[in-house]
């Protein structure tokens, strides 16, 4: 089940840049055992729903968008857009659904353990 405005709890959006990764692809490879890949429209048309324009947030157009969630949580409690907006990194999307247990600093805490083992480093932005 993807998520859609009436389950989402909270949406964060982190700066990221590549660190071990040099691309969207060395990250998708870094991830790949752990998380299913989603079509990233899915979660564009839940965020657009929920925020409003997503051009008022990123630079658009997009060189590569990868949408992801975790392959061994069920229900599923968060998703990441993963937005390359230039050669060196762009933006994530973090939406939180309501079935999420996860406090404020534990989300913060589990971005850092997802940053490192995606081999990327991240900056919280703002919660939308």
């Known amino acids: 089940m993807e998520p859609s ?3 989402v709890k909270r949406i964060f959006l982190f700066e ?6 040099k691309s ?3 990250v998708k490879w870094r991830t790949k055992k752990g998380f299913q890949f989603l079509p990233p429209e899915n979660l564009i048309k839940t965020l657009e729903q929920t ?3 997503l051009e008022n947030i990123l630079s658009y157009p997009p ?4 949408a992801m969630k975790s392959a061994k949580v069920k229900p599923t409690m ?5 937005i390359e907006e230039h050669e060196t990194g762009g933006k994530i999307i973090l939406i ?13 805490t589990g971005m850092r353990a997802f940053s490192a083992y995606a081999g990327i ?8």
Not at 63 to 66: D, E, N, P, S
Not at 78 to 82: A, P, R, T, V
Not at 121 to 128: D, G, R, V
Request: glycine share 2%; hydrophobic share 35%.
């Open 96 to 108: 939180e659904t309501k079935h999420s247990l996860y406090s404020y600093e534990k989300i913060l």
């Open 24 to 26: 969207l692809d060395e």
């Open 5 to 7: 405005p009436n389950n």
């Open 78 to 82: 968060i998703y990441f857009l993963i």
């Open 63 to 66: 060189r590569k968008t990868l």
């Open 51 to 53: 925020v409003g324009n």
């Open 121 to 128: 480093k991240t900056w919280l932005i703002q919660p939308l």
């Open 16 to 21: 990221y840049e590549y660190w071990e990764s």
